[in-house]
């Protein structure tokens, strides 16, 4: 059967064409239509992609806004990471209260002032008394022009100044003696003394003997039956003394100028070109590159010694090793076509091992492999940050199976540190103004707070008050910063960082509650590190790799000694003295953990001497845990410089 419409069509053929041209009318607006549509669907496509870029700018603004306000507060408020307290305690009265029940026992059974308050400062003792100054003196008069050789004296008015003088260096004349083994000695009464040839220029000056006491006079006999039997004498009719070991030989550096530019450099930060300036300004002049050889021959030297003897006594005793680490740059190595070419990075690890050794550790890159090899061997407590390459130590012992065989490592205890914590803590409540930010660094307040309490107790009394009084505060915290995290973490911004570092080393963080020794943060490997950072600022780079291990040793000597109240520049120079006369087997008795009691057992007369014999004490020292409690009995006067 047709259609209608053919129908239509076949009846009136001017309806038909109506019809058709409705069709195509009807065509054409469903053309445009779907135009429309597709213009509409591209405007939204570009609306939405706008409101995006709009959403990244904003956020790109508010982040570009927070790292301003930090660095306003870093720049212009203050560098340290501080907070308006006051205002803190009005807007948390309520949260501080609560915290404060939970402290307030702690405070009474303890006896210690509240906390927020601290002890005033004592008064100042006035002007010190600069007789007691152990100091050459002058005498400086002063007279009247007018009455001078008129009137007579009846005494002075004294008054005492501080001058300094420029210190400056001495030629030291080594007078080798020559022997004549076919002629016996003359008695000492009898015996002529030859004037030794700064006398001729300086008049009299004191003449130092180092030697033992003379042996009695022997007869023609018994020096030849001596020249007989000692092979060195053997056809000989004049010797001469033989020369000391000496730290470098073949060098004019004695210990005292190697102590004086070890510790100027490393220890004060005055790089080797300032030290040549200043010595040619005082009329010895040095080159920087004759120093820096002799630097790297000593920091070799001591290295290879007493700091080996250190890093194994450490490795094996340690109750907690801190660690961090810094960057240093590395001076190229020239190209065959002389083009110039950037530093190249290295890297510095501070390990602190309990109060006794700090060790300065030399790498050119800073990896798991590494931190593995710095750590072989040790199993115990280490305290670092949350960086990824010290996530090896802590491995469990099957994740250690499928490590690579140089990232093998016994399992260690983390410990966290709350210096860090903080810090995030401090940089989301500054830049954001966050309530959750201000009430988290309140609450870290309070338990920093606590835990000064008990600092200076013993570790068991210290462990059973963090764990009766300040478990409740940690408690408390990671409840109140899992449930903030959970509901920031899907906020970019500084509030859901520190909240998720808190969160996801809580059991790092915990751990200090496990032992009375461990501390809360790990601040002194910030402060040692500032060593580097500080130097860095002025010596700029070190020479080569070797170079590096070098300068990595002799700060590990200078800081060890800043560590235990030990001159670094009188214990390099008594070192430096003593090293090339020392046995193998006892270097660890040179190491400033115990150099008081070493130091006590030298013969001053012979240790005051540049160079000439030293005798070893005998015997050894004991082993390590009967000399700790040598050493706490023992009383030794700190020496004085030389």
Request: glycine share 4%; net charge neutral.
């Amino acid at each position: 059967m047709e259609s209608v419409d053919d129908a239509l069509r076949t009846l009136d053929p001017a309806l038909a064409a109506r019809l058709a041209g409705l069709e195509a009318l009807v065509a054409a607006q469903r053309e445009a239509l779907a135009h429309e549509r597709a213009a509409l669907e591209s405007e939204r496509a570009l609306r939405t992609k706008a409101e995006a870029e709009r959403d990244r700018l904003r956020e790109a603004y508010e982040a570009l806004t927070r790292e301003v306000e930090l660095a306003r507060r870093r720049l212009v408020v203050a560098k340290a990471e501080r907070i308006d307290t006051t205002q803190l305690e009005l807007e948390f009265a309520a949260k501080l209260a609560e915290l404060a029940t939970l402290s307030r026992q702690a405070e009474e059974e303890i006896g210690e002032e509240p906390v927020g308050k601290r002890k005033r400062r004592g008064q100042g003792g006035g002007r010190r008394d600069l007789r007691l100054l152990d100091a050459p003196e002058e005498r400086l008069e002063i007279t009247d022009p007018l009455l001078e050789g008129k009137a007579a004296r009846v005494g002075a008015e004294e008054s005492i100044l501080v001058r300094w003088k420029r210190a400056g260096f001495v030629k030291l004349i080594v007078a080798r003696i020559k022997y004549d083994v076919t002629t016996p000695a003359a008695p000492a009464s009898a015996a002529s003394v030859e004037q030794p040839l700064s006398a001729v220029a300086a008049g009299t000056p004191t003449v130092a003997t180092v030697a033992p006491s003379a042996a009695p006079a022997c007869s023609p006999a018994e020096l030849a039956a001596l020249v007989a039997t000692e092979p060195r004498l053997a056809g000989a009719t004049l010797v001469t003394a033989p020369l000391p070991p000496r730290l470098i030989d073949r060098s004019y550096a004695t210990p005292s100028l190697l102590a004086h530019i070890a510790s100027d450099k490393f220890c004060d930060g005055l790089p080797l070109h300032r030290q040549e300036d200043r010595f040619a300004r005082l009329g010895v002049p040095i080159d920087r590159g004759t120093m820096g050889r002799w630097l790297e021959e000593a920091g070799g030297t001591v290295g290879a010694t007493i700091v080996e003897a250190m890093r194994r006594e450490a490795l094996a005793s340690a109750h907690c090793i801190a660690t961090d680490a810094t960057g240093i740059r590395v001076q190229p190595t020239p190209r065959a076509d002389g083009a110039s070419q950037p530093c190249r990075r290295a890297h510095y690890f501070v390990q602190i091992a309990d109060a006794d050794h700090v060790f300065f550790e030399y790498s050119p890159v800073e990896t798991s492999a590494v931190v593995s090899q710095l750590f072989a061997g040790y199993a115990g407590y280490v305290q670092a940050d949350a960086k990824s390459v010290f996530d090896v130590l802590y491995r469990p012992p099957e994740a250690r199976d499928r490590a690579p065989p140089d990232e093998k490592q016994a399992a260690c205890s983390e410990v966290g540190c709350w210096a860090h914590a903080r810090r995030k803590v401090w940089e989301a409540a500054v830049a954001t103004q966050h309530v959750v930010a201000r009430e988290a660094l309140v609450r870290i307040a309070r338990m920093f707070q606590l835990d000064e309490l008990w600092r200076t107790k013993l570790p068991d009394v210290r462990k059973a008050q963090r764990e009766r009084f300040l478990r409740p505060h940690l408690t408390a915290f990671f409840a109140f910063a899992e449930a903030a995290y959970e509901a920031a973490r899907h906020e970019r911004g500084l509030l859901r960082t520190a909240l998720g570092y808190a969160v996801r080393q809580k059991a790092a963080l915990l751990r200090f509650l496990d032992d009375g020794a461990l501390e809360m943060t790990n601040n002194r490997s910030e402060r040692e590190l500032r060593r580097i950072a500080t130097g860095r600022n002025a010596w700029l780079f070190v020479g080569s790799d070797l170079h590096g291990v070098s300068a990595g040793n002799l700060l590990t000597l200078i800081a060890s000694a800043r560590l235990h109240r030990l001159d670094p520049e009188v214990y390099l120079r008594d070192v430096f003295r003593v090293l090339p006369h020392w046995p193998r087997d006892r270097y660890l008795e040179l190491a400033p953990r115990y150099w008081r009691i070493t130091r006590a057992r030298l013969r001053a007369d012979e240790l005051e001497h540049e160079l000439g014999p030293l005798a070893v004490p005998e015997p050894p020292l004991p082993t390590m845990p009967a000399l700790r409690e040598v050493e706490a009995s023992a009383t030794v006067v700190t020496p004085a410089a030389p």
